[in-house]
């Protein structure tokens, strides 16, 4: 029988990015797991997981729990760095179009 610790050892992200999915999607940890490994094998998904981090972020925040924003701003960081596709993607996106020259 797999334990939750196995599971998260499997799907490619570490305890506190599983934790953040399942506090940012009000699931179970367990249920976490598999959308988590879902969306890291997914074009958009590891923008995805960025984009529910940034969201837990902004309503720590927002609620002025300055520990849980701090704490997930390392999650964050963490995450971008171990999963670097998703900071590409996202310079990508945010690529200026070239200006014309007159």
Do not use: W
């Amino acid at each position: 029988m797999l334990t939750l610790e196995d599971c998260i050892g499997l799907c490619g992200l570490s305890e506190d990015e599983i934790l953040a999915i399942a506090g940012h999607e009000h699931i179970p940890e367990i249920a976490a797991v598999e959308l988590g490994n879902y969306l890291v094998t997914t074009p958009d998904g590891e923008v995805c997981i960025r984009g529910m981090i940034r969201d837990d972020i902004t309503d720590a925040t927002a609620r002025g729990n300055r520990e849980r924003a701090l704490a997930l701003k390392l999650v964050l960081r963490s995450y971008i760095l171990n999963h670097p596709g998703c900071d590409e993607r996202c310079r990508g996106e945010m690529r200026l179009p070239e200006r014309r020259q007159f």
